[in-house]
């Protein structure tokens, strides 16, 4: 079974620092581009950004939003994706869900169950 | 980046009814958009594919049309685990953007 696992949310100060995990299993996660998607409580979706696979020489892309703040960063040899936040704002209090194009056609068609971030002193 | 545009933004109908949505793109997308539910506290799911094409699995009374910058998205005959929030997403280009929503409930 096609699975995405994501870990690492929590209650976080203004300025403070955050890393969160996306578990794969059940698919040849080094094949495949990796994105993060959130949604802020009672809003809707936004795309956070995208690793590309070692063939794309795994370069990345983020949503300005976050550029200069977030890192995405995979490692492929423990099938697992990483987004590093750092200078977290309120404004990025949201759960956050790691999502994949598995079949190529350009669509989110697996993601995770999601894991909240709280930005608040 | 590309706008996407939903309305309404909710609606309540009656079991059985005809539910329609409609998405705008601030440019023309082809046919590059996909449709996605999302029930509360779960993840999105992807229902409609490449503007109009059924993701395996999902009943045949969600479909989706359109090309360029308008696209519907139609339940023809609302369940009552239809009950969600639907979005639009273009993938013309990056940053890949989202409409706001459409929330669904029953009359």
């Known amino acids: 079974e096609v699975q995405l696992v994501e870990s690492g949310g929590g209650l976080v100060q203004p300025g403070g620092s955050l890393r969160l995990s996306c578990a794969a299993s059940?698919?040849?996660?080094?094949?495949?581009?990796m994105d993060w998607v959130r949604q802020a409580p009672g809003k809707g979706l936004e795309w956070v950004g995208r690793?590309?696979?070692?063939?794309?020489?795994?370069?990345?892309e983020y949503a300005a939003s976050v550029k200069g703040r977030f890192t995405i960063s995979r490692d492929d040899s423990k099938n697992s994706l990483y987004l590093q936040m750092n200078s977290l704002k309120t404004e990025d209090t949201a759960v956050y869900y790691c999502?994949?194009?598995?079949?190529?056609?350009?669509?989110?068609?697996?993601w995770g169950q999601g894991t909240m971030v709280t930005v608040s002193s | 980046d590309i706008q996407m545009t939903q309305s309404p933004s909710s609606l309540s109908a009656s079991v059985g009814d005809r539910v329609t949505i409609t998405c705008q793109a601030s440019?023309?997308?082809?046919?590059?958009l996909n449709w996605y539910q999302q029930k509360p506290g779960k993840a999105p799911k992807l229902l409609i594919y490449?503007?109009?094409n059924l993701e395996t699995g999902v009943p045949s009374r969600f479909s989706g049309s359109g090309s360029g910058t308008d696209f519907t998205f139609t339940i023809s005959s609302l369940q009552p685990e239809d009950i969600a929030t639907y979005y639009c997403?273009?993938?013309?280009?990056?940053?890949?953007?989202f409409g706001p929503g459409t929330k669904v409930d029953i009359k």
């Open positions: 440019q023309d997308i082809s046919n590059y």
């Open positions: 490449d503007a109009s």
């Open positions: 059940g698919f040849t996660f080094s094949d495949h581009y």
């Open positions: 997403q273009q993938y013309d280009n990056l940053p890949r953007t």
């Open positions: 999502a994949i194009d598995f079949w190529s056609r350009d669509a989110f068609d697996i």
């Open positions: 690793t590309r696979n070692k063939a794309n020489s795994y370069t990345t």
